[in-house]
């Protein structure tokens, strides 16, 4: 299917790997042009090679803490005015509610709440000019079935997901929509990292533990970051007009919700 965007730019924030790279090189597929970013350069510099041999299309890269206010300025420079914008960054540690501060809310809400914030309020304006913008905020499937002990992330995360059910509303007749794409467990460094938490507060191996939790969701495996990235580029595409402030489930079943 031809997505209708070629020639497009998008800036794709946390995306020198996991699922926004899997956002980034489906785009690409599509013929976007990309402003790349992560904190480690290497890591960086080898997808954009990668994309740019690839895809043939323009790939700009800033290294930088897309959570910090140095770091989103030195990213919204280099972007400039952009067609698409598709904001991540990483995600809070796990913990337990009675050991999180007042520290590490502030931290899981500047990088999970006020970062995707920042990042629409700096484009918007200009989507809405041009009368034509697509916004996709990587959040978690934590917003709709919440996930103990990632207390910080369901709560950032749900304040984002409140902004954007309204804001999405007030741009849509402008062209420009804004969807959240809810991941549940995919095959990421992250979700390595989740599974070594796992062993170790069960002692059992990272192997066992992927595998019980590979086989607690109705599709039996974990998500890849293709999958999820040709569902990003969907939502970026013309056809995905008339899709707005909608949430979208991409957990392989594993949260029971019917509606
Ligand atoms: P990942 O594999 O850990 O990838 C993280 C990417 O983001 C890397 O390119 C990393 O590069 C970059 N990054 C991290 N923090 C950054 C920052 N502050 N500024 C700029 N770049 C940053 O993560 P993922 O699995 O793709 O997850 C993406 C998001 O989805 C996270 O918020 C995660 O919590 C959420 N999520 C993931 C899953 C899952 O199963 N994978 C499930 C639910 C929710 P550098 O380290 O070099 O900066």
């Known amino acids: 299917m031809d997505l209708?965007?070629?020639?497009?730019?998008?800036?794709?924030?946390?995306?020198?790997?996991?699922l926004g790279r899997g956002c980034a090189e489906a785009l690409a597929a599509a013929g976007v042009d990309?402003?790349?970013?992560?904190?480690?350069?290497?890591a960086l510099e080898d997808t954009a090679e990668v994309i740019r041999a690839a895809y043939g299309v323009n790939v700009t890269t800033v290294a930088a803490d897309i959570?910090?206010?140095?770091?989103?300025?030195?990213?919204?420079?280099?972007?400039g005015h952009v067609d698409?914008?598709?904001?991540?960054?990483?995600?809070?540690?796990?913990?337990?509610?009675?050991?999180?501060?007042?520290?590490?809310?502030?931290?899981?809400?500047?990088g999970n709440m006020l970062t995707p914030i920042a990042l629409m309020q700096a484009m918007l304006p200009h989507m809405i000019a041009k009368g034509w913008g697509r916004v996709v905020n990587i959040t978690s499937s934590a917003v709709r079935a919440p996930i103990a002990e990632l207390g910080l992330s369901n709560t950032a995360r749900t304040g984002l997901t409140g902004f954007v059910a309204g804001t999405s509303r007030q741009v849509a007749r402008f062209g420009v929509t804004i969807n959240n794409m809810l991941p549940g467990?995919?095959?990421?460094d992250r979700a390595a990292s989740l599974d070594k938490g796992v062993a170790s507060t069960q002692g059992i191996t990272i192997?066992?533990?992927?595998?019980?939790?590979?086989?607690?969701?109705?599709?039996?495996?974990?998500g890849t970051s293709a999958e999820f990235g040709a569902t990003c580029a969907f939502l970026c595409s013309q056809h995905a007009g008339f899709i707005?402030?909608?949430?979208?489930?991409?957990?392989?079943?594993?949260?029971?919700?019917?509606i």
């Not at 959570?67 to 972007?79: D, N, Q, S």
């Not at 991540?88 to 501060?101: H, K, M, V």
């Not at 192997?207 to 974990?222: C, K, L, M, V, W």
Request: hydrophobic share 40%; glycine share 14%; net charge positive.
């Open 4 to 18: 209708g965007i070629r020639g497009k730019r998008a800036l794709i924030g946390a995306s020198s790997k996991g």
């Open 34 to 42: 990309l402003v790349l970013n992560a904190r480690g350069i290497e």
């Open 67 to 79: 959570t910090t206010e140095e770091g989103r300025a030195k990213v919204l420079e280099a972007a």
């Open 84 to 110: 698409i914008l598709v904001t991540n960054a990483g995600g809070p540690p796990p913990g337990t509610w009675s050991n999180w501060t007042r520290d590490d809310f502030i931290k899981a809400l500047d």
């Open 185 to 188: 467990i995919h095959a990421t």
């Open 207 to 222: 192997e066992e533990a992927a595998t019980r939790r590979q086989a607690s969701i109705p599709a039996g495996r974990y």
């Open 244 to 258: 707005v402030g909608q949430n979208i489930m991409l957990d392989g079943g594993a949260a029971n919700i019917s």
